[in-house]
């Protein structure tokens, strides 16, 4: 095989494995709400337990253990999102910068939750800094930053030179 063989195969792949990053996506949401649904029935056992057995080795959990494994979870939502798409990104471009993009963004929003997150002990504003934190750690475990990275690999808009024209 010849360069430009291996470039197509390796974008076919790369196409090829966008199907598991958007499964993965609907996995996550399916594991978090049926989490919900857990710790709804820890909080109400009356309601009765009308979680699926997508979370069945967390119904021994206490509710406190639960919140804390959904914390975990996101973690490694989060890590699975990120090496998908680098995966995929690399794949696609083979370029080493689109995986620097990629960090640079993860980290970016990572920090933006934990300063929102932490705002809380300033502000007292508990639930409404929890809300943002929890709605970017969500962004971070979705196929969001892989499509923008993509887009703005895919039309050159990383190389795009923006001119100030002074009057």
Same mark, same amino acid.
């Given at each position: 095989?010849?360069?430009?063989?291996? #470039?197509?195969?390796?974008?076919? !792949?790369?196409?090829?494995?966008? /199907?598991? $990053?958007? %499964? !993965?996506?609907?996995?996550?949401?399916?594991?978090?709400?049926?989490?919900?649904?857990?710790?709804?029935?820890?909080?109400? /056992? =009356?309601?009765?337990?009308?979680?699926?057995? @997508?979370?069945? #080795?967390?119904? #021994?959990?206490?509710?406190?253990? !639960?919140?804390?494994?959904? %914390?975990?979870?996101?973690?490694?939502?989060? @890590? +699975?999102?990120?090496?998908? =798409?680098?995966? @995929?990104?690399?794949?696609?471009?083979?370029?080493?910068?689109?995986?620097?993009?990629? !960090?640079?963004?993860? $980290?970016?929003?990572?920090?933006?939750?934990? @300063?929102? +997150?932490?705002?809380?002990?300033?502000?007292?504003?508990?639930?409404?800094?929890?809300?943002?934190?929890?709605?970017?750690?969500?962004?971070?475990?979705?196929?969001? /930053?892989?499509?923008?990275?993509?887009?703005?690999?895919?039309?050159?808009? #990383?190389?795009?030179?923006?001119?100030?024209? =002074?009057?």
């Amino acid at each position: 095989m010849n360069q430009k063989q291996i #470039d197509i195969a390796l974008k076919v !792949l790369a196409i090829l494995l966008i /199907p598991f $990053l958007i %499964w !993965l996506g609907f996995h996550r949401e399916a594991t978090f709400v049926e989490m919900n649904k857990l710790i709804m029935f820890k909080q109400n /056992p =009356s309601v009765g337990n009308w979680a699926s057995e @997508i979370v069945a #080795d967390y119904y #021994d959990y206490s509710e406190q253990a !639960l919140y804390t494994a959904k %914390w975990w979870l996101t973690v490694r939502f989060s @890590i +699975y999102f990120f090496l998908l =798409s680098g995966l @995929i990104l690399f794949l696609f471009f083979r370029k080493k910068k689109v995986l620097y993009y990629l !960090l640079m963004f993860y $980290l970016v929003i990572f920090v933006l939750a934990g @300063i929102s +997150y932490l705002s809380s002990y300033i502000t007292g504003n508990h639930r409404g800094a929890y809300l943002v934190a929890r709605r970017l750690m969500g962004l971070l475990q979705s196929p969001y /930053p892989f499509m923008l990275i993509f887009v703005l690999i895919l039309f050159g808009l #990383d190389r795009m030179k923006i001119s100030q024209k =002074s009057e």
